[in-house]
């Protein structure tokens, strides 16, 4: 099956430092790829879509200046945490949908701590 | 606006019995559905969708517009089907939609 790759899987950073998170369709290509956050034995939260080559679309209450996301190519998202403080750590999930059929594929997921 | 509603958090049944994990949807055209589930220690990953009408791992759900419904049933749950299982939908417009999750724990 379909493989997305996420990178980093764990990072931990000081407070006001910015971390980048890559996420990448290894075999196939995907228009729209989406951002999650989970808390612990909690749900996911979507944060944003990330359409390649326009602007993500955020969810309510997701700041856009905060979480940067950029969709440079159809195998390539990056999220960029900008000045993270100790509530912005979380386990930060990426997928990329399918273009030929919808279907979405999940990366591992990025530990973010930020101290 | 679409929405996905998975009303229980928590499911807990006992190896051997019959388990569905409810699955509303509010959505006025025509929706892809999926279930997707993540196992402890693993990534989400598709467990079946609508359109496939495939049975996975004992495993069905049926599409029910009438009800709006995609529960997902399997007549015998085993310990390893112990994970959280998110309901999906995908509305025409290719927007993507999660439920919030149920956790199953299958206890032996």
């Known amino acids: 099956g379909a493989v997305v790759s996420q990178h980093p899987s764990r990072v931990i950073c000081k407070s006001g430092t910015s971390v980048k998170i890559e996420c990448r369709s290894l075999?196939?290509?995907?228009?729209?790829m989406f951002w999650y956050r989970q808390f612990p034995k909690q749900s996911l939260m979507l944060m944003a879509t990330s359409n390649e080559g326009s602007k993500a679309t955020y969810e309510q209450g997701v700041e856009k200046d905060k979480f940067l996301i950029n969709h440079a190519s159809l195998t390539l998202s990056t999220l960029t945490v900008t000045s993270a403080h100790p509530e912005d750590s979380s386990f930060y999930i990426c997928?990329?949908?399918?273009?030929?059929?919808?279907?979405?594929?999940f990366g591992p997921g990025t530990r973010l701590t930020v101290l | 606006a679409q929405r996905v509603t998975q009303p229980e958090k928590l499911l807990s049944v006992f190896k051997g019995a019959p388990v569905e994990l409810k699955c509303n949807y509010s959505y006025s055209g025509s929706p892809e559905l999926f279930w997707y589930v993540q196992y402890s220690r693993q990534r989400l990953q598709l467990l079946l969708r609508?359109?496939s009408r495939e049975s996975i791992k004992g495993f069905t759900a049926d599409l029910n517009k009438g009800e709006t419904s995609f529960h997902l049933k399997k007549p015998f749950a085993q310990e390893e089907d112990s994970a959280m299982y998110y309901c999906a939908l995908i509305t025409n417009a290719g927007k993507s939609t999660f439920g919030d999750g149920t956790t199953l724990t299958v206890k032996p």
């Open positions: 997928s990329a949908r399918q273009d030929r059929n919808n279907e979405q594929f």
């Open positions: 609508h359109i």
């Open positions: 075999d196939f290509q995907a228009t729209t």
